[in-house]
């Protein structure tokens, strides 16, 4: 009998669509990203961008002009997704280092130092932030690169 040849995604397909589903959770209005932090192909933590958990929803509470912004143009209320992954994580204390995260948007450069810190061995993004925010440089994927972090744009959007 002959087989139904399916296409077997590998972990890291996997792991990025998840957080492109994730990313729909946001209730921000402007940016939706999200995030998932795996370690030898297990997943250790989610997150998405938005405000604390019971502090703000974004899309409720500013329907017609967005959340208020910061100096960058990003919503000044929430976490990013990388930042909700990993606390998480580190709040359940899951041992981060050496972990990889996959991202839907490159980290800023906030988001890579705490990448840093956390000794996350590895990121993928989807999008580029720079991109995203029409500035030069991705500068949050220079400074991983530059400290050891290996930073990969997945998929064709490469
Ligand atoms: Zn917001
Ligand atoms: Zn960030």
């Known amino acids: 009998m002959e087989k139904v ?3 077997r995604p590998d972990f890291d397909e996997i792991f990025m669509e998840l957080a492109q589903n994730l990313a729909y959770r946001s ?7 999200g995030a998932v932090l795996t370690k030898d192909t297990r ?7 938005g405000p604390p958990a019971g502090t703000h929803n974004c899309d409720e509470e ?4 967005g959340c208020p912004r910061d100096s960058k143009g990003s919503c000044s209320l929430a976490l990013h997704a990388e930042q ?7 709040k359940n204390g899951a041992n981060i280092e050496g972990s990889t995260l ?3 948007l490159s980290p800023c450069i906030s988001c890579a130092r705490v990448i840093y810190s956390m000794k996350i061995k590895k990121v993928f993004y989807w999008k580029s932030y720079a991109q995203y925010k029409g500035i030069p440089n991705d500068e949050g994927v220079d400074f991983l690169r530059k400290f050891g972090v290996e930073a990969v744009q997945f998929g064709e959007n490469a």
């Open 43 to 49: 997943i250790i933590s989610i997150g998405y961008n």
């Open 27 to 33: 209730h921000c209005v402007k940016a939706q990203v």
């Open 5 to 7: 040849v399916k296409h």
């Open 62 to 65: 500013y329907p017609e002009h």
């Open 102 to 104: 996959y991202v839907t």
């Open 84 to 90: 909700n992954a990993i606390l998480y994580a580190s």
